[in-house]
């Protein structure tokens, strides 16, 4: 694998700059991954409040939050109102300098303030717009508004989170959709981007939270498209195509383990781990056919074993027999693994606004030759405006300060 100094090494997204005027998670994630691997990302915010990304989750010191510093990494805060004419020619202006657009409004909320993607592409037509929404900008349910855990309802997976004829839950107390739609966001833009030079073409990417949960369904459509199947809510373990495939409480109080078997070849190690290799014989469990009609029955002989075991001796005894297991970690078992120290999903960030250091997760992807960085954390509300409005679009100190008076800014 080649490496080289991170220090010198130029990113593939330098030269490129991105306008980040959305809220909370899902675009404005899109533009944290561009700035990441060297796009100046310049985040909009209104100057009252600003985003409210800003006030969810742990205070800090500086009045912003954890989630803020840490989403919000690497951007530039620049507050402009876009309520006024004169914040909307001062965005124009910042448009007509930049390649991407990253927003999440409303459909038709842009196009309200003079914004909307035709005003835009006449000022620079190779812009390239994410447009996130809840349900995209077309559809009958276009206006209504959209947030990841309606998404997660509407997309088709909470439906199968929580244990049988259960309240359904949600899927992990994190907003999967937001970050599921930051990705496809980012992919459409790495597009727009390669085919704006071959010719010189922007274009918009319509991309909406449901959809991007239900892409993530596998077979959930044609199954049912084919058969009429419903899948229905499994609880800890899954039985449709694999068994055993779930969770499993072990001996100590609270601690589980993920244990998939989706062959025959992996039941026989899971077999050989839990010392009882003649469940593997072919007349007994070691058809995978044979386990999913007695599902039940192999369920709770794992169970029990699982049960009567430590978890680590009974990860330990997984890992020396090759049987896919692994344990349910909490937030405190990821800071003392040893895979995420070898890793460094974990990094440290000295932040002398607040006076500590924040621990956040590390770049993702991993790219040898061009790794992404982390220059700083999430900035404070509009430290950035002055330089931005000066160096780049050439305002005096005298205008700018004025701009301040008139509350543009």
Not at 187 to 195: F, K, S
Not at 212 to 240: K, Q, W
Not at 279 to 301: F, M, S, W
Request: charged fraction near 25%; charge should be neutral.
């Amino acid at each position: 694998m080649t490496t080289t100094d991170p220090a010198v090494t130029r990113l593939p997204l330098e030269g490129i700059r991105v306008i980040d005027a959305a809220t909370v998670i899902a675009a404005p994630y899109s533009a944290t991954i561009l700035s990441e691997f060297g796009a100046e990302v310049l985040k909009v915010e209104n100057p009252v409040g600003g985003d409210p990304m800003r006030y969810f989750g742990t205070p800090t010191r500086r009045k912003d939050t954890l989630a803020w510093l840490s989403e919000a990494r690497n951007k530039k805060s620049v507050t402009l109102d876009l309520h006024l004419p004169e914040g909307v020619e001062l965005f124009k202006q910042l448009i007509a300098k930049s390649d991407v657009l990253c927003e999440n409004f409303r459909p038709g909320t842009l196009e309200k303030w003079g914004l909307g993607w035709e005003v835009l592409r006449e000022v620079n037509p190779g812009l390239i717009m994410l447009r996130v929404t809840g349900y995209g900008q077309t559809g009958p349910y276009r206006d209504r508004p959209g947030f990841a855990r309606v998404a997660h309802a509407v997309g088709g997976i909470a439906f199968l989170a929580g244990m049988p004829r259960g309240t359904p839950v949600t899927p992990g107390s994190t907003t999967l959709g937001d970050y599921l739609t930051g990705l496809y966001g980012c992919i459409g833009i790495l597009m727009a981007l390669r085919h704006r030079e071959r010719t010189g073409q922007g274009q918009y990417i319509d991309a909406a939270l449901y959809e991007s949960v239900f892409r993530c369904t596998d077979e959930l459509a044609p199954a049912y498209g084919m058969f009429g199947r419903i899948r229905e809510r499994h609880g800890p373990t899954h039985n449709d195509f694999a068994c055993p495939h779930g969770h499993f409480p072990t001996k100590d109080d609270g601690k589980w383990v993920a244990i998939s078997c989706v062959t025959d070849k992996l039941f026989e190690r899971l077999a050989i781990a839990m010392g009882r290799p003649e469940l593997a014989a072919p007349h007994v469990y070691g058809n995978q056919k044979t386990r999913l009609e007695n599902r039940h029955d192999v369920n709770e002989i794992v169970r029990d074993w699982c049960g009567s075991l430590h978890r680590d001796d009974l990860l330990n005894r997984c890992f020396a027999a090759g049987a896919p297991a692994g344990p349910l970690n909490s937030i405190a078992d990821i800071f003392g693994d040893r895979q995420f120290h070898a890793r460094r999903n974990l990094v440290a960030i000295d932040e002398q606004d607040i006076g500590e250091t924040v621990i956040v997760p590390s770049v993702l992807p991993r790219l040898s030759v061009t790794p992404g960085r982390i220059k700083h954390l999430g900035p404070r509300l509009g430290q950035h405006t002055d330089e931005v409005l000066a160096d780049l679009l050439g305002l005096t100190a005298d205008e700018i300060d004025e701009l301040r008076k008139q509350r543009v800014i």
